[in-house]
């Protein structure tokens, strides 16, 4: 498809567990972002990558977040020892550069830590 | 501070009736860019319309448009005619400086919803 891809759509984990969402971006878009979306809030940003390297991760909570972009494509977002609180939609999106760098969002994860 | 304030939790148009979405933002950067998306209950977030700080003419897209006020730093989004489809939760967002920012920072959202 000619959109942002992201798999799995929905995860259900246990509570301590390890998790990983993938993002695959729009074909020629250097950039990638992730964000975290919980229920009745806005997208809060995660990380930047330009090309393979993240340029920004500010956005991280802690050190259980972590993600990787090896090849410039595609990216994995890792959840160490899941907690409650990470039950959230996590949205990936790249950026085309035009107009005004827009990003355009994938369909979004949806974690579930039980 | 709140870099992007939307103070309208929930709003009710009627069908082919206009409907103003409010959005109010904070920066000192003098370049920046103003963005509104639309996330339907399946959760994908839809880019609608752009406007860049120096473009002096407010950006318009089909039925949308941003009513860009630069003085009271507000972009508030209007959509003509409104259509049953367009019952979504809208977001307002900022990239700030418009060349080099990493972040976009979105608001809490405005639930719009269409009534027949």
């Known amino acids: 498809g000619a959109g942002v891809s992201q798999t799995p759509s929905n995860k259900v984990t246990e509570k301590g567990k390890y998790v990983e969402l993938r993002c695959d971006p729009i074909s020629g878009h250097t950039a990638l972002y992730w964000y975290r979306q919980s229920l009745g809030q806005g997208p809060e940003f995660l990380i930047y990558f330009q090309g393979t390297g993240a340029a920004d991760d500010s956005g991280l909570p802690n050190d259980r977040f972590f993600a990787v972009r090896p090849e410039g494509s595609v990216s994995t977002l890792k959840i160490q020892r899941t907690e409650r609180g990470d039950s959230a939609v996590y949205l990936c999106a790249s950026s085309t550069g035009s107009p005004g760098n827009t990003i355009y969002f994938g369909e979004g994860s949806w974690l579930t830590v039980v | 501070a709140q870099k992007i304030t939307q103070t309208q939790p929930g709003m009710f148009v009627q069908e082919k009736e206009a409907v103003t979405l409010d959005c109010t933002y904070d920066t000192s950067d003098q370049s920046y860019g103003l963005f509104w998306y639309k996330q339907p209950s399946s959760g994908e977030m839809i880019f609608l319309i752009y406007?860049?700080?120096?473009?002096?003419q407010n950006a318009t897209e089909g039925r949308y448009s941003l009513n860009f006020q630069k003085a009271r730093k507000s972009a508030n989004l209007v959509i003509s005619a409104s259509q049953l489809g367009d019952s979504a939760m809208y977001f307002c967002?900022?990239?700030?400086?418009?060349?080099?920012?990493?972040?976009?920072?979105f608001g809490t959202g405005t639930s719009l919803t269409v009534i027949p």
């Open positions: 406007q860049g700080s120096y473009d002096e």
């Open positions: 967002a900022m990239r700030e400086p418009l060349s080099t920012g990493n972040q976009f920072y």
